[in-house]
């Protein structure tokens, strides 16, 4: 079973920056594609980016390309999200996912795509 733990949230002030962070355990994290999604009260989950299982390629939702950084460090098991120009709009509960299928394409923004999820981090950008 694949435990996923996110960490590194807090409050920020609009302009500031955090970098995110997910361990994961219990499975071969090489070969899971890896996502950031991110969630407010009353909204759907929501795409933020993903990673393929080589670092190689990634994909940014519109409203955080040029913002964020995806990365990932198989050797430690981890990826990363570093979060900069943050906005008030931001603010959300941000949540790592593995998706283990061997696959790649536009499914990836999708968060049925992927089968563990961690317990989620708290990102509150003030303005």
């Known amino acids: 079973q694949v435990q996923l733990v996110e960490s590194g949230g807090g409050l920020v002030q609009a302009g500031g920056s955090l970098r995110l962070s997910c361990a994961a355990s219990g499975g071969t994290f090489s070969s899971y594609a890896m996502g950031w999604f991110r969630q407010t009260p009353g909204k759907e989950r929501e795409f933020v980016a993903a990673?393929?299982?080589?670092?190689?390629?990634?994909s940014y939702a519109n409203s955080v390309k040029g913002r964020f950084i995806i990365s990932r460090d198989n050797a430690e098991n981890t990826v990363y999200l570093q979060m900069n120009s943050l906005k008030p709009e931001d603010t959300a509960v941000y949540y790592c996912?593995?998706?283990?299928?061997?696959?790649?394409?536009?499914?990836?923004?999708?968060?049925?795509?992927?089968?563990?999820w961690g317990q989620g981090t708290q990102v509150t950008v003030s303005s």
């Open positions: 996912a593995a998706d283990p299928t061997w696959t790649w394409g536009p499914k990836q923004l999708e968060p049925t795509e992927y089968d563990y």
């Open positions: 990673i393929r299982w080589s670092g190689g390629i990634t």
